[in-house]
């Protein structure tokens, strides 16, 4: 699907995952306040097995429907983030804490590739 409906999709469900990132990063932010970024590690590490079983589910049903536009693009995509997790990762090194930034960098890296690795075996599984 693509078009205008394929890009509403798209941009509801990552208006969706981009409003649950921001209050479970906050969440988890003002419940811990050490100056590691976890709110975005954990969404980052859960958003990764979601993307993993929904994309996991269309890829070997090889079923194709909208649903996988709004749910792994949009939500997923949306509720996911790369960019900040760098920028936070860059800011650990700014401020002086080098140790620290390698180990957001490989945590994130690491549990993010083994938790879509963790979806797409669950979804096999289930599938038989």
């Known amino acids: 699907m693509s078009g205008l409906l394929g890009a509403v999709l798209v941009g509801v469900g990552g208006g ?6 921001f209050w479970l990063a906050d969440t988890v932010r003002a419940r811990r306040p050490d100056g590691f970024p976890w709110g975005t590690w954990i969404v980052n590490a ?3 097995l979601l ?3 929904v994309a996991g589910w269309f890829v070997l049903s090889g079923e194709v429907s909208p ?5 792994a693009v949009g939500v997923c995509g949306g509720f996911t983030t790369f960019s900040t997790s760098i ?7 700014r401020g002086g804490r080098p140790a ?3 180990v957001h ?3 994130t890296l690491t549990v993010s590739v083994l938790a879509v690795a963790g979806g797409l ?3 096999a599984a289930a599938l038989g």
């Open 121 to 123: 075996v669950l979804v």
């Open 67 to 71: 649903w996988q536009l709004l749910l």
């Open 46 to 48: 859960l958003g990764s």
């Open 100 to 102: 620290r930034a390698v």
């Open 51 to 53: 993307i993993g079983l």
């Open 87 to 93: 920028v936070e990762t860059a800011t650990m090194l």
């Open 105 to 107: 960098a490989l945590s």
């Open 16 to 21: 969706v995952g981009a409003a649950a990132r």
